[in-house]
């Protein structure tokens, strides 16, 4: 894997579609704070190194609201990779307050037929588990997650408050 061209290509996703309005998810864009932590330069795209535990214990948020590890999908199958990430969240992140999300190209997540994933790499986004969970909930206040399958939001906040609640 080409990192230079992986973060390029990150970052390019982020602007193109994380960021934006869709009318599938009810004019909101799939993340409502993504454009402003960008513009802060609060996301920090990173090559992952080893393997995503190891790696993940590792991780310093420093002063970002977004840690990104990426890995070649062909390295870490989706199955074995959000094991890993999952067994490092129980492990190593949950005692500092962090949560790390798997993005599998192989492992399709879809809202309201909007494909979420990056679709190229495997990632691991970690934040801070406090502050996406206040955020989540600002947005669930608003309506962000009405009309999204249950099953889905299920999976989603694993591990994290329902912000619906």
């Not at 609060?42 to 991780?59: A, E, S, W």
């Not at 949950?94 to 495997?122: C, F, K, R």
């Amino acid at each position: 894997m080409n990192f230079e061209q992986a973060k390029q290509d990150i970052e390019q996703w982020i602007v193109d579609f994380v960021e934006k309005p869709t009318p599938l998810l009810n004019g909101w864009a799939p993340c409502p704070y993504a454009r402003q932590a960008r513009l802060s330069k609060k996301v920090d795209i990173r090559q992952g190194c080893y393997n995503p535990i190891d790696d993940l214990k590792h991780v310093i948020m420093n002063d970002f609201d977004v840690v990104a590890l990426v890995y070649g999908p062909e390295r870490w199958p989706a199955e074995e990779f959000n094991q890993l990430v999952d067994t490092a969240n129980m492990v190593h992140l949950s005692s500092q307050g962090l949560i790390a999300l798997a993005d599998h190209p192989d492992d399709a997540e879809s809202v309201n037929g909007v494909a979420m994933n990056q679709g190229t790499y495997a990632i691991v986004f970690v934040q801070d588990l406090a502050k996406l969970n206040h955020f989540a909930k600002v947005l669930g206040n608003k309506g962000f997650y009405d009309g999204w399958d249950e099953e889905y939001l299920k999976v989603l906040f694993a591990g994290r408050e329902d912000p619906r609640s």
